[in-house]
């Protein structure tokens, strides 16, 4: 083979540049997983983290169409018994005070701008 | 000419169906059955089962004529609570209850020669929550409904700013956020909202609102804000007109009332005592 001398870190050269988003991840200080604030307030929520983890989402928007459209009780309890009251800032920002460190902890990691707070009036941040 | 038996065929059979056809179109828009949005609930589920409720108010001018700073006080319980804008200018105003000239807010009662005390007396009015509300037929996302207890209400969230229910509503109740609600002032605050309550969202560019005769409140057990505020002067009164033996219904069966634009058939629940 001819030019291996200049081939070879050539190619290392290309696959290095080639890849560096998924490494420069791991090296940099960036690379942690989200670490959402745990409220101190409560112990359990309105249904179990793994449902929360993946289905916020959909329960924020079943209790809006049950409330708002069909009448829908404002509260509800918990497996444990506890009442609370299905409302995003009566209810969620009552136990996560923080959109800062619980809101935007995943969803900024994850890149995905809800716009819950473009009317919703955001709490405010203790610090 | 070169017309085949077959070519006849056609023509005459296509002629057939659309003659069968367009009856049935027709009657459905005429009954008034046609709804701007496609199939009855969409992604979102219907609204749930009538409660048999009606909510609605009467409204007694001569209290508000006796003390002329009791429609601005109603006026600022609604607004401040339900975090209403105010831009300053009138192109721009956002409404959920406002006052209007006698002449403007009946116009169908309007006449040459009337009681002096009508002629400047501002008129207290709201949206009329219609038993058979237009903007409601007009909206076709379904962002605007009829609840169970009768209350016409907003999803903002679903509301698309196409403003077809601002044409649709006879009574101007709707109105348009042209601009941004939450426009911030050098310091960081709301410059159109004075003191925000972070209980009741704003709105955004782009949405349409109104009164939602307090749906928040009634969820509650508390009346809306401007009864509330017009309990004093006993100018108000709220409550169910299904029910025969709520104050309302007393009221109404006591006293000659007029609703605003009648002969539209839009069954308003907003009653006003002259």
């Known amino acids: 083979m001819y030019d291996t001398g200049k081939i070879i870190p050539g190619l290392l050269v290309f696959v290095g540049l080639v890849t560096f988003p998924i490494w420069y991840g791991f090296v940099s200080a960036d690379g942690h997983l989200p670490n959402p604030e745990k409220p101190t307030k409560a112990k359990q929520c309105v249904e179990s983290t793994e449902f929360m983890r993946t289905s916020h989402m959909v329960l924020l928007n079943d209790w809006r169409d049950n409330i708002v459209r069909e009448g829908g009780s404002r509260h509800g309890k918990t497996a444990d018994g506890t009442e609370f009251v299905r409302s995003l800032h009566k209810g969620c920002m009552d136990c996560h005070t923080s959109k800062r460190k619980f809101c935007d902890e995943c969803h900024t990691y994850a890149a995905v701008k809800p716009y819950c707070w473009d009317c919703h009036i955001q709490p405010k941040e203790a610090n | ?274």
Request: with cysteine; hydrophobic share 35%; proline share 6%.
């Open chain 2, 1 to 274: 000419m070169d017309n085949s038996r077959r070519k006849f065929l056609k023509i005459a059979g296509l002629s057939a169906i659309a003659g069968i056809a367009a009856p049935t179109a027709f009657n459905g828009l005429l009954k008034g059955e046609a709804q701007a949005s496609s199939a009855s609930g969409g992604g979102h589920g219907g609204t749930g089962a009538a409660s048999g409720k009606r909510y609605g108010f009467v409204i007694d001018v001569s209290k508000f004529a006796r003390d002329k700073g009791l429609a601005q006080r109603c006026i600022d319980a609604c607004h401040s609570i339900h975090n209403v804008p105010d831009y300053g200018n009138k192109k721009d105003e956002i409404k959920w209850i406002w006052t209007d000239g006698f002449e403007n807010v009946f116009p169908d009662h309007s006449h040459y020669k009337k009681n002096a005390d009508l002629h400047d007396a501002p008129i207290l009015t709201l949206c009329n929550h219609c038993d058979n509300p237009p903007c409601v037929r007009a909206c076709p996302t379904k962002a605007t409904f009829k609840n169970p207890d009768g209350l016409v209400l907003m999803d903002f969230h679903r509301c698309i700013g196409c403003r077809f229910c601002m044409a649709a509503c006879p009574y101007g109740a709707r109105s348009f956020n042209w601009r941004s609600p939450r426009e911030l002032d050098a310091a960081g605050n709301y410059k159109y909202i004075k003191n925000p309550k972070p209980e009741f969202p704003t709105r955004m560019r782009g949405v349409v609102e109104k009164c939602n005769m307090c749906a928040e409140r009634l969820a509650e057990g508390k009346i809306p804000a401007c009864v509330e505020e017009a309990r004093g002067a006993n100018a108000m009164v709220f409550g169910d007109l299904n029910d025969p033996r709520s104050r309302i219904s007393k009221v109404l069966a006591r006293k000659f009332t007029i609703q605003r634009k009648p002969a539209l058939g839009t069954h308003p629940s907003i009653f006003y005592i002259i």
